[in-house]
């Protein structure tokens, strides 16, 4: 079991930026890859950014990039998301998660954290 915890949402202006972090505790071993995703309201939950937890890969959704980093810190076990140059379109519940297993990237996660409101509003 791998428990996972979000913080650092919260409300800001077009262009600006926040900084999401997810702590990991439990079977930390057993990570493939922590990634984000992200829900709006009335819309399915999408895939936004990963990383490998071993090799450091990173991967991002197309609307994402150029904006959004990812990165983990090993020592604290923690995953970061920064996000610059917020649209109100990034509005979202955003989740972090962790997938166990090999395969894609983007689907099959097996651990869920409770989410965290981002909202991007002038």
């Known amino acids: 079991q791998v428990q996972l915890v979000e913080s650092g949402g919260g409300l800001v202006q077009p262009g600006g930026s926040l900084r999401l972090s997810c702590a990991a505790s439990?079977?930390?071993?057993?990570?493939?890859?922590m990634g984000w995703f992200r829900q709006a309201p009335g819309k399915e939950r999408d895939f936004v950014a990963a990383?490998?937890?071993?090799?450091?890969?990173?991967f991002y959704t197309d609307s994402v990039k150029g904006r959004f980093t990812i990165s983990g810190d090993h020592a604290e076990n923690t995953v970061a998301l920064q996000m610059s140059n917020l649209k109100p379109e990034d509005t979202a519940v955003y989740y972090c998660?962790?997938?166990?297993?090999?395969?894609?990237?983007?689907?099959?996660?097996?651990?869920w954290g409770q989410g965290t409101q981002v909202t991007v509003s002038s």
């Open positions: 998660a962790v997938k166990t297993r090999s395969g894609s990237i983007y689907r099959s996660y097996d651990y």
């Open positions: 439990g079977s930390i071993f057993s990570i493939n890859v």
């Open positions: 990383i490998t937890w071993h090799a450091g890969s990173t």
